[in-house]
């Protein structure tokens, strides 16, 4: 791939000072060790090898990396204010009624004292129906289990921040 089809975003990235790109990168995933990983592969010759050295770093997370990842999440219908991502990511909670608001605020609750972390789902085109649904369904989860579930949501979420941090004009 030449360097004009490289996405203007990408190319941005790529050339980073090392501090901005790591800043960048934590917007993405509040994983130091994910955030380093990515940053040592640079540059990047196109999106495909940032997807899969995200998806490497990933695989190599350890428990505490994972946890501070996800500490990194705020709970799904309660995006942090004036995070425009989270806003953006949760939109499907944005209209829900009362009473659904009022159940995922005691499902996030009971997951997180069953597994001792907020409850992490990529939110994004999911309804508050979609949402409340899974996390039904995931409270049932051995702690294994849900553990590997976390890591899969988590590096769909990172893939559609990295797509939109490369995409940016």
């Not at 309660?78 to 989270?86: H, K």
């Not at 949760?90 to 009624?97: F, K, V």
């Not at 976390?150 to 004009?169: Q, S």
Request: proline fraction near 7%; include cysteine; hydrophobic fraction near 40%.
């Amino acid at each position: 791939m030449t360097s004009t089809a490289t996405p203007p975003g990408l190319a941005r990235f790529n050339v980073l000072e090392e501090q901005a790109a790591h800043t960048a990168l934590l917007e993405v995933c509040a994983s130091t060790a994910w955030a380093r990983r990515l940053l040592a592969a640079r540059p990047y010759a196109d999106p495909d090898a940032l997807y899969a050295a995200s998806d490497a770093a990933m695989a190599a997370l350890t428990e505490a990396d994972l946890a501070e990842a996800m500490a990194g999440h705020p709970p799904i219908g309660r995006p942090r204010p004036g995070d425009p991502t989270s806003a953006r990511e949760q939109r499907g909670m944005a209209g829900a009624p009362d009473e659904l608001r009022a159940e995922m605020l005691e499902l996030n609750l009971a997951y997180q004292e069953r597994f001792g972390h907020v409850f992490l789902i990529c939110a994004t085109g999911r309804t508050a129906e979609e949402m409340r649904d899974a996390v039904r369904e995931r409270l049932g989860n051995p702690p294994e289990k849900e553990r590997e579930i976390v890591r899969t949501e988590l590096g769909k979420i990172n893939r559609i921040r990295l797509t939109r941090l490369v995409e940016e004009d």
